[in-house]
């Protein structure tokens, strides 16, 4: 059974980081694009970050780039990581981690129906 379990959330002041990971288990994660996302409170799920199955090409939502960094690690399990620095209180959701069904070296997926795997979630808290 394939699952996605986020950790590394928590609460930070504003201008703090925190390094997200999303672990892979129960199928072959290589070759994969991989994504991140976040909902907010009231708000829709939105696109963060996404990264190709080789690793080559990213993308960033315009509102974190510079600040977010998207990377992964295809090792007997495939990780994934979203770090982070000079957070603000508009960076405050549940952030999610997902994988799409087929293999994508260099492609990079932004819309949530472009993956078919999703993990529960990591809040993320950033106080002023």
């Known amino acids: 059974q394939v699952q996605l379990a986020e950790s590394g959330g928590g609460a930070v002041q504003a201008g703090g980081s925190l390094r997200l990971s999303c672990t892979a288990s129960?199928?072959?994660?290589?070759?994969?694009?991989m994504g991140w996302f976040r909902q907010a409170p009231g708000k829709e799920r939105e696109f963060v970050a996404a990264?190709?199955?080789?690793?080559?090409?990213?993308?960033y939502a315009d509102s974190v780039k510079g600040r977010f960094t998207i990377s992964r690690e295809d090792n007997a399990k495939m990780t994934v990581f979203l770090q982070m620095i000079g957070l603000k209180p508009e960076d405050t959701a549940v952030y999610y981690c997902?994988?799409?069904?087929?293999?994508?070296?260099?492609?990079?997926?932004?819309?949530?129906?472009?993956?078919?795997?999703w993990g529960q979630g990591t809040q993320v808290t950033v106080v002023s």
């Open positions: 997902a994988a799409e069904s087929g293999t994508s070296l260099f492609t990079v997926r932004r819309r949530q129906y472009e993956y078919r795997y």
């Open positions: 129960g199928g072959t994660f290589s070759g994969r694009s």
């Open positions: 990264i190709s199955g080789n690793g080559g090409v990213t993308a």
